[in-house]
């Protein structure tokens, strides 16, 4: 068994201590990729991707004399049984933990990332994915992303500084958030809601965030932004220019005017389209020379990415390793890409009404 290290670019041997393989050089690494079985040019080896849901977690390695089309599927079931257990054992084994890391990891990066929620969530109508470098440095960047009902909500939040404190408010921003949202809350009452747990708990911490919802049954997208960089909105291929483009409300923190509550934003979606939110330290990544990785090149790769075949967490894996070869990161850089993809049984369906 390997299992993926915490910035997706090894895979690493549980148990028989086996040299770690690399993902975009190994045939363990297409598995991993592809999440589809690969086996060897003899046919005695196959890598099975482990998956749980739609979160990559690693590869299983089976090998046989003869891996027949029987033994290879229930070798695939193994597989499945696997990824469970991994995922049970995962909350509170300090092996598999220190399995998926290289290096130590910061206060501020380890209090982050307890937090953090499973890199790549979806039904059959949404995947959403995330990733969050540097991995064992984070300070102020954080991620959310969650499924109630026929709702997919996102939020992404990039507080200043990055140090503990940082980490601390971030992590502070996540629990409002969730407490809210989850006690019913609009996206106006989590915004609200996270500029007093600023106001009150760290008060000298400002915070710009997107904090958005989608309804999967028609496409309706509302967000609020506060101070943050604008999301792309990808639709057949292109970035549509300035499409979530709005007036950004002050960071969070400063103190919202109770008079005058954040403003909502609405769009529609069309099926297919994708989200992508990211913070600043993304776009302002520089090479050696100064040059800016920037907007452009950030829709530039990830629509590569895409018609190639790749799906969600595989784009947000290749555009990070994009940024690594000729960039340098002088701040935390998030990303968290939403795709729409309903079926058409799924528009069809009767909306349900909101509960009471």
Same mark, same amino acid.
């Given at each position: 068994?390997?299992?993926?290290?915490?910035? %997706?670019?090894?895979?690493?041997?549980?148990?028989?201590?086996?040299?770690?393989?690399?993902?975009?050089?190994?045939?363990?690494?297409?598995?991993?990729?592809?999440?589809?079985?690969?086996?060897?040019?003899?046919?005695?080896?196959? #890598?099975?991707?482990?998956?749980?849901?739609?979160?990559?977690?690693?590869?299983?390695?089976?090998?046989?004399?003869?891996?027949?089309?029987?033994?290879?599927?229930?070798?695939?079931?193994?597989?499945?049984?696997?990824?469970?257990?991994?995922? +049970?054992?995962? !909350?509170?084994? /300090?092996? =598999?933990?220190?399995?998926?890391?290289?290096?130590?990891?910061?206060?501020?990066? /380890?209090?982050? #990332?307890?937090?953090?929620?499973?890199?790549?969530?979806?039904?059959?109508?949404?995947? +959403?994915?995330?990733?969050?470098?540097?991995?064992?440095?984070?300070?102020?960047?954080?991620? &959310?992303?969650?499924?109630?009902?026929?709702?997919?909500?996102?939020?992404?939040?990039?507080?200043? @500084?990055? &140090?503990?404190?940082?980490?601390?408010?971030?992590?502070?921003?996540?629990?409002?958030?969730?407490?809210?949202?989850?006690?019913?809350?609009?996206?106006?009452?989590?915004?609200? !809601?996270? &500029?007093?747990?600023?106001? %009150? #708990?760290?008060?000298?911490?400002?915070?710009?965030?997107?904090?958005?919802?989608?309804?999967?049954? &028609?496409?309706?997208? !509302?967000?609020?932004?506060?101070?943050?960089?604008?999301?792309?909105?990808?639709?057949?291929?292109?970035?549509?220019?300035?499409? =979530?483009?709005?007036?950004? =409300?002050?960071? =969070?923190?400063?103190?919202?005017?109770?008079?005058?509550?954040?403003?909502?934003?609405?769009?529609?979606? %069309?099926?297919?389209?994708?989200?992508?939110?990211?913070?600043?330290?993304?776009?302002?990544?520089?090479?050696?020379?100064?040059?800016?990785? @920037?907007?452009?090149?950030?829709?530039?790769?990830?629509?590569?990415?895409?018609?190639?075949?790749?799906?969600?967490?595989?784009?947000?894996?290749?555009?990070?390793?994009?940024?690594?070869?000729?960039?340098?990161?002088?701040?935390?850089?998030?990303?968290?890409?939403?795709? #729409?993809?309903?079926?058409?049984?799924? %528009?069809?369906?009767?909306?349900?009404?909101?509960?009471?």
């Amino acid at each position: 068994m390997y299992l993926v290290d915490l910035q %997706q670019s090894r895979l690493v041997a549980l148990l028989t201590g086996d040299a770690p393989l690399d993902i975009d050089g190994s045939l363990a690494g297409l598995a991993y990729r592809t999440q589809e079985t690969q086996r060897s040019r003899d046919g005695a080896t196959a #890598w099975l991707p482990l998956i749980d849901g739609l979160e990559r977690l690693g590869v299983l390695k089976a090998t046989a004399p003869s891996l027949t089309p029987e033994l290879l599927k229930a070798c695939q079931t193994l597989a499945e049984v696997v990824a469970l257990l991994v995922v +049970s054992k995962s !909350t509170y084994s /300090e092996e =598999l933990i220190r399995q998926e890391r290289s290096r130590a990891m910061t206060i501020q990066a /380890e209090l982050l #990332w307890a937090f953090m929620p499973p890199r790549t969530i979806g039904t059959r109508q949404v995947t +959403s994915s995330a990733l969050l470098e540097p991995a064992y440095d984070a300070g102020g960047d954080a991620f &959310d992303h969650s499924l109630t009902d026929n709702v997919l909500h996102l939020s992404l939040l990039d507080a200043m @500084g990055h &140090d503990l404190a940082a980490g601390s408010a971030s992590a502070a921003a996540l629990a409002a958030s969730r407490a809210t949202r989850r006690d019913g809350g609009t996206l106006t009452d989590i915004a609200t !809601t996270i &500029d007093h747990t600023l106001n %009150q #708990w760290f008060p000298d911490r400002m915070m710009t965030a997107v904090i958005a919802r989608l309804d999967l049954t &028609d496409g309706s997208l !509302t967000w609020i932004n506060s101070g943050h960089p604008t999301p792309l909105l990808i639709r057949d291929g292109h970035v549509l220019p300035h499409a =979530l483009e709005r007036t950004p =409300l002050p960071p =969070l923190g400063l103190g919202l005017d109770s008079g005058n509550p954040p403003t909502e934003h609405h769009t529609r979606l %069309q099926p297919g389209d994708r989200i992508l939110l990211y913070s600043d330290g993304v776009i302002e990544a520089r090479t050696t020379e100064g040059t800016l990785f @920037g907007e452009q090149r950030l829709g530039d790769t990830v629509i590569r990415s895409m018609t190639s075949g790749d799906n969600a967490p595989e784009t947000l894996r290749r555009l990070l390793q994009n940024i690594h070869q000729d960039h340098q990161l002088r701040d935390d850089a998030t990303l968290l890409l939403a795709h #729409w993809h309903p079926t058409p049984s799924d %528009q069809l369906r009767p909306r349900r009404r909101a509960r009471k």
